[in-house]
């Protein structure tokens, strides 16, 4: 709808989850691609040394100069420092693997839990969305990021031991909440790689939703080789296969984030 178009929503989703190998670069990438391929324009901030999402969507990590991190420590202005994907509506904030010592420089800084805000908050108002894609840690990298976020999405994989260190993550979200962000919800847990054929993944759903209720995503990712193979090619996957079930299930994701943020399109 055109009307809700000419208005920038500027929200900061973070995608956090302290386990690796849970979903969560995965769901910047593609979340990040089916929000500008509905003409929200998005902006994926890597977050996470591995650079995972910054070859993920094409970019060679080894010729990334600038990241997120010279943002955050040296004050380098944000602009200089987004790079346009190769699709339009969609931005990249790169990261690079010898970021990897930023935590330990962070430490002696002034208010070091607040320079991601500092830093996003030069472009909140030129993005629709920002997607701050978080490393398997809750370091103070990550701990900035929830700082910076109107939200946070918190991938489950529908596995053995989903539920394991999902309530130090919350309790994190809760001392941030008190302390750093009064203003952090979460926009919602989503379970991912999940493969109907197991009864344990089917277990898994029904824990979390009984758990969790409402702040489960109804649309579940499902396990999908095109979401797997797709990183290699640094593509997203509906640049990969538009018709794949993995696919589908982000641009799903997308539009339940808009209709629970009371977006029509
Ligand atoms: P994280 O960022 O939390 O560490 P990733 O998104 O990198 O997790 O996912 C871990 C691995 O699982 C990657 O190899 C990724 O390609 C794969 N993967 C993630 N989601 C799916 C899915 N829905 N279907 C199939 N493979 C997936
Ligand atoms: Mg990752």
Known sequence: ?????????????AIANQKGGVGKTTTAINLGASLAA????????????????????????????????????????????????????????????????????MINIKNREERMREALGTVK??????????????????????????????????????????????NTIKIIQSRLNTELEIEGILLTMYDARLRLANQVVEEVNTHFKDLVFKTIIPRNIRLS???SFGLPAIAHDAESKGTQSYLNLAQEILDKNGIAK
């Open 125 to 170: 108002n030129e993005y629709d969305f920002i997607l701050v894609d978080c490393s398997p840690s809750l370091g103070l990298v990550t701990v900035n990021a929830l700082t910076a976020s109107d939200s946070v999405i918190v991938p489950v994989q529908c596995e053995y031991f989903a539920l394991e260190g999902l309530g130090k993550l919350l």
């Open 229 to 231: 193979e797709s990183p």
């Open 1 to 13: 709808c055109s009307i809700e178009k000419n208005n920038i929503m500027g929200k900061i989703i």
């Open 38 to 105: 509905l003409e929200y324009k998005t902006l994926v901030v890597d977050a996470d040394p591995q650079a995972n999402s910054t070859s993920g969507l094409g970019m060679n990590p080894k010729e990334v100069r600038k990241s997120i991190y010279d943002c955050m420590i040296n004050q380098t202005n944000v602009k200089e420092v987004i790079v346009p994907s190769s699709f339009d509506y969609l931005d990249i904030i790169p990261s690079h693997i010898d970021l990897v010592g930023a935590e330990i420089e």
